[in-house]
């Protein structure tokens, strides 16, 4: 078995191809795909194959892979699904070193089809080949240029975004949407199946392309969670990469125990691995495309303060509006800026940002002015508005503007408002690529994604946090015992005597308590953990323990402590005469703080996800959580709790004293590292943590804990 | 004087235009205007005048408006700001009833412009003649056809969806940018400083306009607010409005003395008013177009169950997607639907919503299952998507689905994908009045607007809630009696007693309690309220009372509440010598139960402004809150309690019992009667509002109220 290649190399470089499956018969695929080839003006060696011999488009047609001529590396399948498997043998023993299968008729057809995929694979293996693939559309490349796709003519221009699909369907709009948009694309691949190659595989391959810019994917999941997030995260600190993910409500409702399993969702588990990996997620494909201009063509903000540029009042206040909707802000002018505006303006317009030149803006006045923002060392970035100018065209406007633009070292995003008055317009700043859009709000968008990302790369790369006292081969052993206790396959909550253990193991402090036997026993712990204490009865098989009398507060000496554990005991036998009683437990009375949750939970993609926010039982309700993959940096847990209101109250707010905030993100931390250690541990929940003042620490009040003996199924 | 003429009617259908500054040079804007009255093929009368004479068009220019032969009602004004008070005198001895004052320099320009702006309006006051503008591009009708703008032709096609604007400069890029979209205007005003004329004024004469079958608003704010709701109201009942309101980020901060203070704003208020009034508001142009286009061609849909028919899977799921995130349901097909799309479709297809015909579906295959989807009674509405399929033209995809779209009366939007291989399609669409959008998430945002637009319209109309137990007239006395005792202008907090007799005025429950100035009569009192009790320290001095040991709880006996009464006052005196005391405060124990905040204030827009939401010290973090304009019907205040979790959880959730939802209602309709019978009310407060078990009632446990004299001066 020969190892197959990691580098995909055949596929985006191939020296020669073959088409299997081509046909001279212009309404098939077969024929498209063939012409395609040819006319994409592909500089390595084309072959056709067909049994039936004969020539197309001036080339022999070649009876079997066997008889094609050197060089001969990548092979593209459009025959019968049946004929795949013998084919492919084929093309093995011929030495390719890989091949696109576009014929459908596999997994999506049902369990016949993906045995069929399955034994592709297996071939593929044996030969050493990667396969793309089965049902799809294919790859091409604009610069190489190659286009191995069998969709109609023409295909997309040559550009700098590439585009990655686990939808063919889409690939034909995507292509014939971007010409209209006026920009072009580098590489596209259609993954169809996926029975080998992978939106992740295609990552680093793509990246590497000097051609492209920015990366897209049209996702509809992920093969491997924890791989992509690496290997996204890896390629996103060199090119920008942004993310539909469609497939968000298909609803993979599971059986949970805890708010954390309740809340944390498909969709949640994917905004974390995003974030953490920095792939920018769109929500609309419009946006997708939108933001890929920009991040290919402009330059970083260092910040995210903005100028607005207009002619006109009603855009401008739009435009403030936008910007400020999408996190952004306006820039402050410096007294030097206002005086330059000022000397190249009517004395009616208005300097202040937005700064408005009024409807008699030159093209001159346009470049000048911009030159002025720009030059202003508090302006980041600047969104120019220009509806048709009355007194000039918009075309001799972009004219004037992309010297300027070329020259900056700040982005400059367009808003170019209408249709045909504009056009000329249009033409000169997509030649230019200089991104443009037709409203105010969607070129703020644009300029905002621009700000994240030039955050996203300053941002300092620690690793996870580890924390080093952490016991996690007591919890291995703790899970070994149930795992030996309990059937396969099944779940089990933890009791709470072994939850309390993984707390020690990890190092999240619990209240401090103790199991008395007698009244004397219980006035000794008393006396040790501290007056006033809480008395509650030990006992499995009560679970509302106050109802039934079988809990008191605020006991101040020992013989109240006597008295108590003698109630306690009877109002317990009393209440439930078959109940197993193991004691009462002794407990100093817990000081007041802030109480927060924190959970984790095994998501079927991405592994460990941690959970905080605000706790009690309307945690469901208030929905005032965040989540994040586990384990974490310091960092990261500092912008869990920051992205909750829980967690921006441990400041401190109004008469609530704040809290130790240090305490709770080292409660996190071990949180996470615990549940990424172990991945039996389906489900882990603290709520409430008591947060005390600050340098007081935290106090896990409340443990639950869920085994799930073997992982889950996957896939949701 | 005369009396003005609310119908505008010299504006949309004059008999005879006089343009006062119309210019023979063709760089004038008075030569703009005087050619696109002319080119519009305008049917009345069309006057040129020019001091200088001459003649302009084949039509002569008169040195004056007097000299204008009849008929003439309408005069259009484009010379020097200083010269239009005099022309204005002149159109009125001549007999007109409207002017449009398309020249700027007024207000826009500083105190001068403005003092001239109201030397206009007193003019035409004078003459009982309607103003325009100034500082506007004018107003057009398609239809009429009339074009009284000096924009560069071409005008917009005829269409369905009316403009109304404070942006000029927005007017041409709108204009330009709907052609480009394939939809058309019926009529655009542009408002300018609206001296006069103002969005509320033009509302029903656009609404009256047979050919307007939506209304569209760019907005940057309201002239009065009441009004606005009111009229805009009545037209949203017979033609859809949709607005776009901009400066939402004008922070607009004003001292407040409560939490319902602090979180409302121009946004909440304008959302509030909105809804109140059935405007659709969009958050960009983009969307507000979008929308028209659908609201103007698509009938209503009877639920939010809609079906997406696709001849591709992964745009399918980003349907589906978007579906849902715009609040709508994939509906549930029935068995004969189902049965009737196997028999037309290829076994491989996907029969079950999204109904995937795969991509060889046929022009007829797309016709056959959009009828046969159309048919099923759980279908209230479909999207089409059409992706440029590989072995038809979408072309005759359209042509096949435009008669069946027709025949339909439910609503049908197309997500037509790609632009090149679609423009024949997009035509065919645009002149059948079938709505397209490039992709599926702004087609499902379109349907989810109709569902919206259809659930308003069969929405009850009731009055707002009064109730007439309110004893608005002894508020009235207490506002006279405070306002006689504080200097104009000023703004005072009313003490504790006096929120509580606005409680008691307004029937809005609050703990019983009385003052008690011996041992003996606190005893007695408690004898009369039930005991347990507490006390509290009676003081207008001391504002933190427990934390002087003034405040006692849980007294259970007569014995007890005696010792209370001197602990409290030895506690008072001892830690605030110089406090004056009025004795000590006797009030039962309250019981527990759910605490939430009511609020109302005074929006200088749009008046008194109610609020419901989580209450305690936490409101503005959790941000837990909703409003709603005062009064409002018991239909209204339930949807404001159902917007929050606070309102929500009033039905019990996990161990919280049910709370007295129907108290909570009563006492929300109470506050916003008594914020809007009391202007002078500028906030009121109860927080918290203790929610007891149902059928318990609420209390008011304690209750801010702030008195402004004299209203604050109204912008924002």
Same sequence: chains 1, 2.
């Avoid at 308590?513 to 712990?525: F, K, S, V």
Wanted: a negative charge; charged letters at 20%; hydrophobic letters at 45%.
């Amino acid at each position: 078995m020969n190892v197959p290649d990691p580098s995909l190399t055949p596929f985006f470089a191939p020296k020669g191809i073959a088409v299997i499956g081509a046909s001279s018969n212009p309404v098939k695929l077969g024929y498209g795909l063939a012409r395609n080839l040819v006319q994409s003006n592909y500089q390595g060696m084309v072959h056709f194959v067909n049994p039936r011999g004969g020539s197309l488009l001036g080339r022999p047609m070649y009876p079997g892979i066997a008889l094609v001529p050197d060089p001969v590396d990548l092979a593209i399948l459009l025959i019968p699904a049946g004929a795949i498997p013998d084919a492919l043998r084929e093309c093995g023993a011929r030495g390719l070193g890989a091949a696109v299968i576009a014929s459908g008729g596999f997994r999506e057809t049902g369990a016949q089809g993906a045995a069929l995929e399955a034994e592709c694979l297996q071939i593929a293996r044996q030969h050493g080949m990667r396969l793309l693939g089965p049902n799809c559309i294919g790859l091409l490349d604009t610069h190489l240029p190659l286009d191995a796709t069998f969709l109609p003519p023409p295909g997309p221009p040559p550009g700098d975004v590439a585009f990655i699909s686990h939808s063919g369907a889409i690939c034909a709009a995507v292509i014939d949407w971007a010409r209209g948009q006026g920009f072009g694309l580098s590489r596209l691949v259609s993954l169809g199946n996926q029975v080998d190659v992978n939106e992740t595989d295609v990552l680093s391959a793509l990246a590497a392309d000097p051609f492209t810019r920015v990366l897209t994917l049209y996702l509809e999941g992920v093969s491997d969670g924890r791989r992509f997030v690496e290997e996204a995260g890896r390629v996103a600190r060199q090119k920008p990469v942004v993310a539909l993910k469609v497939g968000r409500y298909a609803s993979g409702q599971r059986a949970v125990a805890s708010h954390t399993g309740a809340l944390a969702g498909q969709e949640n588990a994917f905004n974390a691995a995003f974030r953490r990996a920095g792939v920018i997620r769109a929500d609309t494909s419009e946006e997708m495309f939108d933001w890929a201009r920009a991040l290919a063509w402009c330059p970083p903000p260092s910040g995210r303060a903005m100028a607005v540029l207009t002619d006109a009042g009603g855009p401008g206040v739009t435009a403030a509006d936008a910007l400020e909707a999408n996190g952004l802000r306006l820039a402050r002018l410096e007294d030097q800026t206002l005086e330059a505006l000022r000397a190249s303006l009517p004395p009616a317009a208005s300097l202040h940002n937005p700064v408005d030149m009024l409807a008699s803006a030159s093209p001159e006045q346009y470049a000048g002015c911009l030159s002025i923002l720009l030059a202003d060392s508090g302006v980041d970035g600047v969104l120019v508005i220009l509806p048709p100018p009355p007194m000039y065209t918009a075309g001799a406007v972009a004219k004037a503007l992309i010297p300027v633009i070329h020259s900056a070292e700040k982005p400059v995003i367009i808003a170019l408002m209408g249709e045909r008055l504009i056009q000329e317009a249009v033409e000169h700043f997509r030649a230019a690529r200089v991104p443009e859009y037709r409203f105010p709000e969607r070129a703020a968008s644009a300029l905002a994604i621009l700000a994240q990302r030039a955050e996203f790369l300053q941002r300092r790369q620690d690793p996870p946090e580890r924390f080093d006292g952490a016991d996690a081969e007591s919890v291995g052993a703790l899970i070994q015992e149930y795992t030996a206790a309990h059937p396969p396959h099944s779940s089990v909550m933890l009791s709470q005597a072994a939850a309390q253990r993984l707390m020690g193991a990890y190092g999240i402090p619990i209240p401090p308590a103790g199991l008395a036997d007698t009244p004397q026993e219980a006035a000794r712990l008393a006396q040790q953990l501290g007056f006033p204490v809480a008395l509650k009865i030990a006992s499995e098989d009560i679970s509302h323990k106050s109802d039934i009398g079988g809990v008191l507060l605020n006991l101040t000496d020992a013989q109240a402590v006597m008295r108590g554990f003698r109630t306690v005991m009877e109002n317990a036998q009393k209440a439930l005469p078959a109940a197993s009683l193991q004691g009462v437990q002794v407990q100093p009375m817990m000081p007041s703080g802030q109480d927060v949750i924190i959970g984790a939970v095994q998501d079927p993609q991405f592994g460990a996800l941690v959970m905080f926010g605000s706790g009690g039982v309307e945690v469901e309700g208030l929905k005032d959580v965040a989540f994040s993959l586990a384990p974490l940096t310091r960092l990261e847990a500092d912008h869990l709790l920051e992205s909750t209101w829980a967690g921006r109250k441990l400041r401190g707010y109004r008469d609530i004293p704040a809290g130790d905030r240090q305490a709770v993100i080292e409660a996190v931390l071990r949180l996470a590292q615990m549940a990424a250690d172990h991945p039996q541990l389906a489900e882990i929940e603290i709520n409430p943590l008591r947060v005390l003042p600050d340098g007081g620490g935290v106090l896990a009040l409340d443990v639950r804990a869920r085994l799930q003996f073997q992982a889950e199924t996957g896939m949701n």
